[in-house]
């Protein structure tokens, strides 16, 4: 009995122990599957992102290279014809450095491609040192700006860079591009921004810096003010423009001595001046802007106000018309009971003619 009980036991724990060894082999393949597919799966993306990039073809034309994916094909060929046929910048030689544009498909590209610098808002950015332009492509919402001015607002930094190097200023650089570009919108920011014109403009144009790295909204404030001094430059000399400007530049190393020489002013004197006349040229337009805008904004309001009033207005005239309808009907009625009620009154008093009167009056007729 002991013996038996023992070696049942004994059985039991070697059940057991078999047991145990067979669900460890099972987690042990377990496991062993599971980082077979995390390899798998880590491998897959560089896979994919490889036969991805394999898509991308290269374009060249003069001194441009595009790389662009097929979906951006179209787009690539329009930008290399228009940064070919339109090379020269204002006031500039014409650059001689090759440039590379690559045109990212979609925005997870362009933010890898732009690196963590790059503000959400940007459209396009241009890496002077690496004669470098990284732009967004077809998928691009209608924000992103027409994709010529912004290759041409690109290009125009790098060509400013290739003639002065790192000597202007952000505000120059920015307001140069837009000014390159053609960017005549960016007076509308000026003409609908009270607040911009009237509050906004610094004293010095340094002091532009921090507008550059704000949100969209203040950024675009920035832009455009950086754009109309540079293009108040420009118009300094009518001849010349900014070509004199920049070889002052070039030779000195100092923009305040470029501007004597070049225009007969200061840096801090056409800052004044620059301040004063934007203030004069966009406040009334400005305020109009505003006021038209308060204006709109009164009427939105107060158009649901005077329609819901008529709409009152409306139902009460209809109830006092029904009631004075009804009133009238009541006053008809009761003049016409009374009519009737004095008709059949006179007839049941008045005196009825008697027989012999009757025989009375016919005697003496005969």
Do not use: C
């Not at 991805?52 to 060249?60: H, P, V």
């Not at 505000?171 to 003409?191: I, M, P, Q, T």
């Not at 002091?207 to 293009?231: I, K, N, P, Q, T």
């Amino acid at each position: 009995m002991g013996q038996a009980l023992r070696g049942d036991v004994e059985a039991r724990r070697r059940g057991r122990s078999s047991r145990a060894k067979r669900l460890a082999q099972l987690a042990l393949a377990t496991l062993a599957l599971s980082l077979a597919l995390l390899l798998a799966a880590a491998r897959a993306p560089a896979q994919n992102a490889e036969t991805r990039y394999a898509d991308a073809e290269r374009l060249d034309r003069g001194r441009f290279t595009i790389v662009a994916f097929p979906a951006d094909l179209p787009l690539a060929q329009t930008l290399l014809a228009e940064a070919e046929r339109n090379d020269s910048f204002p006031g500039l030689p014409r650059p001689r450095e090759r440039v590379l544009i690559a045109i990212a498909p979609d925005a997870r590209r362009f933010r890898e491609w732009t690196g963590a610098g790059a503000p959400d808002w940007g459209a396009a950015i241009a890496i002077p040192d690496e004669h470098r332009i990284v732009m967004q492509g077809s998928d691009a919402g209608s924000g992103a700006g027409d994709p010529r001015s912004v290759l041409r607002h690109e290009l125009a930094h790098l060509a400013l860079h290739e003639q002065l190097g790192a000597l202007p200023p952000r505000w120059f650089d920015e307001g140069y591009a837009g000014f390159a570009a053609g960017e005549w919108s960016r007076d509308e920011v000026l003409s609908a921004n009270v607040g911009l014109v009237l509050h906004g403009i610094p004293k010095s144009l340094d002091s532009l810096e921090d507008g550059f790295h704000g949100g969209a909204s203040r950024a675009s404030g920035a832009y455009a003010l950086a754009y109309r001094a540079v293009s108040d430059m420009s118009a300094l000399d009518t001849d010349r423009g900014l070509a004199l400007f920049f070889g002052y530049w070039k030779a000195s190393g100092s923009m305040d001595v470029a501007m004597r020489k070049a225009f007969g002013i200061t840096k801090s004197g056409f800052e004044s001046d620059w301040r004063a006349r934007t203030m004069r040229r966009y406040g009334t337009l400005a305020v109009i802007a505003n006021l038209s805008v308060i204006g709109a904004l009164f009427a939105f309001l107060l158009v649901p106000l005077l329609w819901t009033r008529r709409r009152r207005d409306t139902r009460r005239m209809v109830v006092l018309r029904a009631a004075e309808a009804e009133s009238e009907s009541a006053a008809r009625a009761s003049a016409l009971e009374a009519l009737l009620s004095a008709a059949l009154t006179s007839r049941t008093h008045s005196p009825e003619p008697s027989a012999s009167d009757g025989s009375n009056h016919t005697d003496q007729s005969t």
